[in-house]
């Protein structure tokens, strides 16, 4: 249940009317977590600045989902899982995958730069870095300018994560592949 009241566009102030209406009209996501982050103009614009920056490059989509799969799984945010799952099957990654993840399982991609992905965001979760021999690996198969945007967006989608979680913000109920407990 939500901790705060979702703002209706009628009730929002001048600076959110119109982060809303940009956002809403670069077809940006404006619920969720941004439920939240409206209620500060600036981080809202900044929190969709972010999210273009990394979606614009070097990760591929099917990386950056591999990379907000692990992180929401990790979190066990419930709305970002929810949208997490319908963009990674948009992206083409298959309901079976998904459902690894979903059990807590590591997935079989055959592709290196996924499965880099995959694991550089979960060893980040676990222990807050990566060892000496995580990092040369993911830098001889990434490339620094994508293990930059790795690190970033695992970082990016946590804040996207906590922020969900702790202002309680729930998938819809017909939600086809619930959070596993």
Not at 97 to 102: G, L
Not at 143 to 158: N, P
């Amino acid at each position: 249940m939500a901790r705060i009241a979702i703002l209706d566009r009628a009730d929002m102030n001048a600076d959110q009317a119109r982060v809303y209406d940009a956002a809403k009209a670069a077809n940006s996501p404006v619920g969720g977590p941004y439920y939240a982050y409206i209620r500060l103009p600036k981080l809202f614009e900044a929190a969709q600045n972010l999210r273009a920056t990394l979606a614009s490059g070097p990760l591929s989509k099917r990386e950056q989902q591999f990379v907000n799969l692990a992180v929401a799984r990790q979190f066990g945010a419930r709305y970002p899982w929810f949208a997490q799952v319908r963009a990674s099957l948009a992206a083409g990654i298959d309901q079976a995958t998904i459902d690894v993840i979903n059990a807590r399982k590591t997935p079989n991609l055959t592709d290196a730069r996924e499965r880099t992905c995959f694991a550089v965001a979960q060893e980040l979760l676990n222990n807050k870095t990566l060892s000496e021999a995580s990092y040369a690996a993911a830098e001889k198969t990434m490339g620094l300018e994508s293990l930059v945007a790795l690190i970033a967006a695992t970082g990016a989608f946590s804040t996207t994560c906590m922020v969900a979680n702790t202002f309680g913000v729930d998938p819809p109920a017909e939600n086809p592949t619930p959070l596993a407990e």
